[in-house]
């Protein structure tokens, strides 16, 4: 069992920059494949981004490539998505989950977080 907590979303002007970060418990965080979506209303969740256990590899949706970074802090439990030029698509509430067993499939990860509202006017 792992629980999540989101942080760090906020309003951005379009250009702009956020970092959310994930807080973990539990002391397995390191067994688990981390990654981000979205979810915008009348939308599907959306794969953004996810990192592997060891932090090695990660991967990115082609929407967000280039432009939002994914790493993880084993020693803090944390997980972050940092998000550059950020655009008014990009408004959506941001969850963080853990456990994929494919990576860009929420219908995968049995653990979430409560998801974080992020707001980029234009």
């Known amino acids: 069992q792992v629980q999540l907590v989101e942080s760090g979303g906020g309003l951005v002007q379009t250009g702009g920059s956020l970092r959310l970060s994930c807080a973990a418990s539990g002391r397995t965080f390191s067994s688990y494949t981390m990654g981000w979506f979205r979810q915008s209303p009348g939308k599907e969740r959306e794969f953004v981004a996810a990192?592997?256990?060891?932090?090695?590899?990660?991967v990115y949706a082609d929407s967000v490539k280039g432009r939002f970074t994914v790493s993880r802090d084993s020693a803090k439990n944390e997980v972050y998505l940092q998000m550059n030029s950020l655009k008014p698509e990009d408004t959506a509430v941001y969850y963080c989950?853990?456990?994929?067993?494919?990576?860009?499939?929420?219908?995968?990860?049995?653990?979430w977080g409560q998801g974080t509202q992020v707001t980029v006017s234009s």
């Open positions: 990192i592997t256990r060891s932090g090695d590899s990660t």
């Open positions: 989950a853990a456990g994929g067993l494919y990576l860009s499939d929420y219908r995968t990860y049995p653990y």
